[in-house]
């Protein structure tokens, strides 16, 4: 078990309480609506970090299945909770990560990564197995705390956070660095906006390779 792994385990059980209707002002609330503008109702869905499953439950009805991974067992057990106690079943929850030899070449029409990129140590080789799971024309669709954007209290404490080893490892992306990336791994820009003044970076990207 990895350092990231051992500390998502850990805080899991923050994520484990009763769900409270989504604040429309939040930014849960407009990452939420934005994806479900993307989605079709056959698509098939990989949710990459699901985390507590927070979006992956409210995006599930508009889709046909959601194949959802986490490297934290803690995680995947609190999402799966969730979504039974919503009698949900278009979705399946695995400890388990990008690179799993289960998950083949063009096997996805969406890709997901909410408040995860931030934490990818080899960006660019993460791009480029996202871009080989898509379907040709595929969606890469993310949400990624920039917090290289500017100089906040926020950013700096987690700067801090992260150099005393409290917290994982993070990228303090700025956005066009973020976007870059992205582009680079062979996608092409279709929807690019912050969704809060962290800023919180939302971008989906259709696969051009």
Not at 118 to 126: A, Q
Not at 157 to 176: A, C, D, E, Q, Y
Request: aromatic content about 10%; some cysteine; proline content about 3%.
């Amino acid at each position: 078990m990895n350092n990231s792994e051992k500390f998502w385990d850990k805080v899991s059980n923050l994520f484990d309480r009763p769900e409270k209707k989504i604040d429309q002002a939040s930014t849960s609330f407009k990452t939420i609506e934005a994806t479900k503008k993307m989605l079709d109702s056959n698509d098939v869905i990989l949710d990459f970090g699901c985390g507590p499953g927070t979006i992956t439950n409210e995006i599930a009805e508009s889709v046909k299945t959601i194949h959802t991974i986490d490297i934290s067992s803690g995680m995947i057990a609190v999402a799966k909770r969730k979504a039974a106690q919503r009698n949900i079943e278009n979705i399946d929850f695995e400890q388990s990560n990008l690179f799993d030899e289960q998950y083949k070449k063009e096997s996805f029409d969406v890709i997901l990564a909410f408040n995860i990129l931030h934490y990818i140590e080899d960006m660019p080789k993460v791009m480029l197995r996202i871009n080989g799971l898509l379907k040709p024309e595929g969606l890469f669709i993310s949400a990624t705390a920039c917090l290289g954007e500017r100089k906040t209290f926020l950013s700096m404490m987690m700067f801090f956070l992260t150099k005393i080893g409290l917290v994982p490892k993070m990228n303090f992306f700025k956005i066009s660095e973020l976007e870059n990336i992205i582009t680079n791994g062979n996608f092409v820009t279709v929807d690019s906006e912050s969704l809060s003044r962290l800023p919180d970076c939302f971008i989906v990207a259709k696969k051009s390779l």
